[in-house]
């Protein structure tokens, strides 16, 4: 066990803990819990969106990835850059003038039904345990390789920490934690991109050339169809990554940290910028881990590839910069999951206890408790789940919750905002459609059935044969949508009318 290590580690574990006992003096009610009181400027939502989004399959999952399979690797990096222009363009002003502290609201704007508000909440859970389990399992491999624990040791220690920070400070500690840790992250993989760089004397032409020698691969390490030999599935990816952003709970939860549109633009467009940064300098991160460190050392640490760029940094920097950036990504998983537990938690106990169970009469006392009770559960069903999740490529998770997020939140999420005709019925049918053709197809993918044994959760030959889903299951979600509202004969254009003047105005009063 390196010393190094042990000290950066227990210095962000202190930072983070210092934020939380700071925000817990500050968090006395949900909407502080939910939203921080709806207090961050543009700027500090902008890093916070950026900590939440660049999680664990951003800093370990696309290393890995563009390190073992070049070009189809670096998909991953486009799909998630461009998704930000849907948000910017279609989601984010209309989001925060229409809800209060979940998706689900927005959605209830115009379709006052339990029902409706119910089914928005299922899906959010659902996404949620996606994308926390990805965050879990590059956590456990990460702290296995760096203290010689077992896995599940491990898991359990980050488990612990995130629920910590939830319980006690809510969205004020969360924000705060993923601004620090999107301003480590961004120096870390800067300094990095600068090793690797030098490394080629600086010339990106020549690292180009360089690695069509530098890996077993050879040329075909730059081109598409190492590991997406079927063009469908590589469109299918891109579908999922491209529009699942803008159906994430946990990132569409962050616009409801500030106080106006005005300002949620601002943070996109923050956010935007720095991600498209990062994005960029994972090309040298990729690279470096594969001509540096090697496809073999790189699956013999972790067979996903998850520890590319841990290994990476020792190679380019010792101890300290292995340590430094093994720090950083535990910090970056930290901040994710604990975002991810709050979106969770405020689905249950915001949208089915507040809304459904109590019908919107609970107390501040009650509606906090069970916002606590609810990160408790939702924590300890990740943590059961990503214990045997440990051989997956944690890119991979992440992509099959932004498959859901696209199929089972966007279309609705259009269609409210957008669509005059639009109704109760369409809601219903386009969220349930897309939610179960997607976990239906995952099911029976190569993602989980494989003929190689160990290379996915079962043995045998897939039913369905792409490994993403979306090219079927998002069409499915907005036809699901359109044919339910077609099929229903109820309509309420009054209701329209006062939502689109509130989704472009922000005006939070009925219209008389």
């Given amino acids: 066990m390196n010393l190094t290590v042990v000290i950066l580690f227990l210095l962000i574990v202190a930072m983070t803990l210092a934020i939380t006992y700071y925000a817990a003096k500050r968090t006395n009610t949900a909407n502080e819990f939910y939203t921080a009181g709806g207090g961050l400027t543009g700027w500090q939502n902008g890093l916070a969106i950026s900590g939440d989004y660049l999680s664990a399959a951003s800093f370990l999952g696309i290393a890995g990835a563009i390190a073992l399979s070049g070009f189809d690797g670096f998909l991953f990096s486009i799909g998630y850059l461009v998704a930000y222009l849907v948000v910017l363009f279609i989601v984010a002003e209309p989001l925060r003038n229409l809800g209060k502290y979940t998706l689900a609201d927005m959605i209830n704007s115009r379709f006052d039904a339990k029902k409706v508000r119910a089914t928005a909440a299922l899906n959010t859970i659902t996404i949620v345990i996606f994308y926390m389990i990805a965050q879990l399992v590059g956590a456990g491999a990460l702290i296995k390789l760096l203290f010689g624990i077992d896995y599940w040791l491990a898991v359990l220690i980050v488990g612990v920490m995130m629920t910590v920070y939830v319980l006690f400070g809510g969205m004020t500690a969360t924000s705060w934690v993923q601004i620090i840790k999107a301003v480590l992250l961004m120096l870390g993989t800067i300094i990095i991109s600068f090793l690797v760089l030098s490394r080629f004397n600086f010339n990106i032409f020549e690292m180009f050339s360089t690695m069509k020698t530098a890996t077993p691969l050879g040329e075909a390490y730059l081109n598409p169809g190492v590991k997406y ?284």
């Fill in 229 to 512: 030999k079927v063009p469908l599935d590589t469109l299918s990816l891109m579908i999922a990554l491209v529009f699942g952003t803008a159906g994430l709970p946990h990132i569409l939860m962050r616009f409801f940290t500030v106080r106006d549109a005005k300002t949620a633009r601002s943070s996109v467009i923050w956010a935007t910028w720095i991600v498209g940064i990062f994005y960029v300098m994972t090309i040298f991160l990729g690279f470096g881990a594969a001509a540096f460190v090697g496809a073999d050392v790189i699956q013999a640490s972790n067979a996903a590839g998850n520890m590319a760029a841990p290994l990476l940094a020792k190679v380019l920097g010792g101890d300290i910069l292995m340590s430094f950036v093994s720090a950083v990504a535990f910090a970056t998983i930290l901040a994710v999951v604990a975002g991810l537990v709050l979106s969770g938690a405020s689905a249950f106990a915001h949208d089915i206890y507040g809304q459904i169970i109590k019908k919107g009469k609970a107390s501040e006392k009650e509606q906090m408790l069970a916002a606590k009770y609810a990160s408790l559960g939702v924590s300890v069903f990740s943590i059961l789940l990503a214990l045997f999740a440990q051989n997956l490529n944690v890119a991979f998770l992440v992509s099959l919750a932004f498959c859901v997020a696209a199929s089972a939140n966007l279309p609705v999420i259009i269609f409210t905002i957008y669509w005059k005709r639009f109704n109760t019925a369409g809601a219903m049918t386009g969220m349930i459609s897309g939610l179960a053709s997607a976990l239906i197809l995952v099911a029976i993918s190569p993602s989980v059935i494989s003929p190689v044994e160990g290379a996915a959760l079962f043995t045998g030959n897939p039913i369905f044969p792409l490994t993403n889903p979306a090219l079927l299951s998002v069409p499915i979600g907005f036809i699901g949508s359109i044919i339910g509202t077609l099929v229903s004969s109820k309509q309420d254009a009054k209701r329209y009318a006062e939502v689109k003047v509130k989704a472009n105005t922000g005006y939070r009063e009925p219209l008389s």
